[in-house]
C-alpha cells in the first residue's frame, strides 16, 4: 500500500503564485507514474501535470506555461503554480500509479483517462482564488 498527503492549498489572488507538495510513503516502486489533479463540483477529473521514473514531464494545455512540476526526492512531488487564474480554483489532488506499465508515454497528463489509471490517490489540498 501507499499513502499520498498533500499540502500548501490557499486562497491566492489571481496572478499569484502557490506550491502543492505531497509526500509518498508505503510501498513504492522504482517505476512510476505521478501526477496532479484537478477536480470542481460537477466535472470530472483531470491532469495537470504528471512525471515518471525517467523524469518525462507532461503538462495539460490549460497550465502550460505557467504550471512548473519536480521532484526533489522519488517519493515527492511538487507543483509550483504560477500566474494563477481563476478556473485554477479546485481541489487538486497528488496521484501515483507504480510498476513498469504506468511509465513511458503511458504517463500523459495530456491524456484525458489519466486519472482512472491512477492507483493511489491522496485526500486533496483546496486552492482558491482571493477576492
Known amino acids: 500500500q501507499v499513502q499520498l498527503a498533500e499540502s500548501g492549498g490557499g486562497s491566492v489572488e489571481a496572478g499569484g503564485s502557490l506550491r502543492l507538495s505531497c509526500e509518498a510513503s508505503g510501498r513504492t516502486q522504482r517505476s512510476y507514474c505521478m501526477g496532479w489533479f484537478r477536480q470542481v463540483a460537477g466535472k470530472e477529473r483531470e491532469a495537470v501535470a504528471a512525471?515518471?521514473?525517467?523524469?518525462?514531464v507532461t503538462y495539460s494545455d490549460s497550465v502550460k506555461g505557467r504550471f512548473l512540476i519536480f521532484q526533489e526526492m522519488p517519493k515527492s512531488l511538487s507543483l509550483q503554480i504560477n500566474t494563477l487564474k481563476p478556473e485554477d480554483a479546485a481541489m487538486y489532488y497528488c496521484a501515483a500509479c507504480y510498476g513498469i506499465t504506468c511509465s513511458g508515454g503511458y504517463c500523459d497528463a495530456g491524456r484525458s483517462t489519466l486519472h482512472r489509471a491512477m492507483d493511489y490517490w491522496g485526500k486533496g489540498t483546496r486552492v482558491t482564488i482571493a477576492s
Open positions: 512525471v515518471d521514473s525517467d523524469g518525462r
